[in-house]
C-alpha cells in the first residue's frame, strides 16, 4: 500500500494563478480530508468527504474548492490564489466519518505552497 | 470554545534523557485524544489514541497518560534518541454525532548528542 499520497510537493505561485493540489489514497477509505498548517498554528480543517460524490465545509473553506468523484482521489482546487493561501498543505484519510475511538487518521507528505 | 493547548513550545534535551510533553484541551464533548508525531517536512503519524475511559498507552518509548477530569494529557519519551527530534501534536476529538478533531499547536522537540 502507498498510503496517501500527494502531488506536487513543491509550488510557487503568482497571486490569482489557479491551480489544484492531488491527492490519492489507496486504502479503500470512506472519509478524506484536507488541512493547512501554518506556523504555530494547529492544523486547520479546509474541507471534507465521507464518501465519494459528498463533500463539505471545513473550518477554512474560502478560495478553495473539492469534488469526490472516486473513493480514491480528493483534489483541492486553488481557484484565485492569494499569498495567504501560503502554506502547507495535508491530505488525510481515514476508514469512517465517524468519532470511533480506533478511526486512525493517515496523513499524506504534504505539499508546501507558496503564494508571491 | 473547544481549544487544545500544548507546552512548552519547543525544547531541547541531550540523547538519553526523558522527557514530558503537556496537552490541556477544553474540547467537549469528549471521544478520544490522539498524539502524533512529525518529522520535519513529513505529515503526522499517530502515536497513540486513548479514550475517555483509559489513562495511559505506551507505544515503545512513547507513553500516552490521559486524566479526563481535569482535562490534560501528557507525552513522556523514555530515552530519547536523535531520531525523537519532532514536531509532537495532541488533537481532541469532539463527539457531536459528527467527526471534529482540534489540533493543538504542537511542541518542537530537539534530541542533541
Known amino acids: 500500500n502507498a498510503g496517501v499520497t500527494q502531488t506536487p510537493k513543491f509550488q510557487v505561485l503568482k497571486t490569482g494563478q489557479s491551480m489544484t493540489l492531488q491527492c490519492a489514497q489507496d486504502?479503500?477509505?470512506?472519509?478524506m480530508s484536507w488541512y493547512r498548517q501554518d506556523p504555530g498554528m494547529g492544523l486547520r480543517l479546509i474541507h471534507y468527504?465521507?464518501?465519494?460524490?459528498?463533500?463539505d465545509q471545513g473550518e477554512v473553506p474560502n478560495g478553495y474548492n473539492v469534488s469526490r468523484s472516486t473513493t480514491e482521489d480528493f483534489p483541492l482546487r486553488l481557484l484565485s490564489a492569494a499569498p495567504s493561501q501560503t502554506s502547507v498543505y495535508f491530505c488525510?484519510?481515514?476508514?469512517?466519518?465517524?468519532?470511533?475511538?480506533?478511526?486512525?487518521?493517515?496523513f499524506g507528505p504534504g505539499t508546501r505552497l507558496t503564494v508571491l | 470554545k473547544n481549544q487544545v493547548e500544548q507546552s512548552p513550545q519547543s525544547l531541547i534535551i541531550l540523547e538519553g534523557k526523558n522527557c514530558t510533553l503537556q496537552?490541556?484541551?477544553?474540547?467537549?464533548?469528549?471521544?478520544?485524544l490522539r498524539w502524533y508525531k512529525q518529522d520535519t517536512g513529513r505529515g503526522p503519524v499517530s502515536l497513540t489514541i486513548?479514550?475517555?475511559?483509559?489513562n495511559t498507552k505506551s507505544n515503545g518509548r512513547y507513553t500516552a497518560t490521559l486524566d479526563a477530569d481535569t482535562k490534560q494529557s501528557s507525552l513522556h519519551i523514555t530515552a530519547s534518541q536523535l531520531s525523537d527530534s519532532a514536531s509532537y501534536i495532541c488533537?481532541?476529538?469532539?463527539?457531536?454525532?459528527?467527526?471534529?478533531?482540534?489540533f493543538g499547536a504542537g511542541t518542537r522537540l530537539f534530541v542533541k548528542a
Open positions: 488525510a484519510s481515514s476508514y469512517s466519518a465517524g468519532p470511533s475511538s480506533y478511526n486512525e487518521q493517515f
Open positions: 486504502m479503500n477509505h470512506e472519509y
Open positions: 468527504s465521507v464518501g465519494a460524490g459528498i463533500t
Open positions: 496537552c490541556n484541551y477544553t474540547v467537549s464533548p469528549f471521544s478520544n
Open positions: 486513548m479514550t475517555f475511559s483509559e
Open positions: 488533537v481532541v476529538i469532539r463527539n457531536t454525532g459528527g467527526f471534529k478533531t482540534i
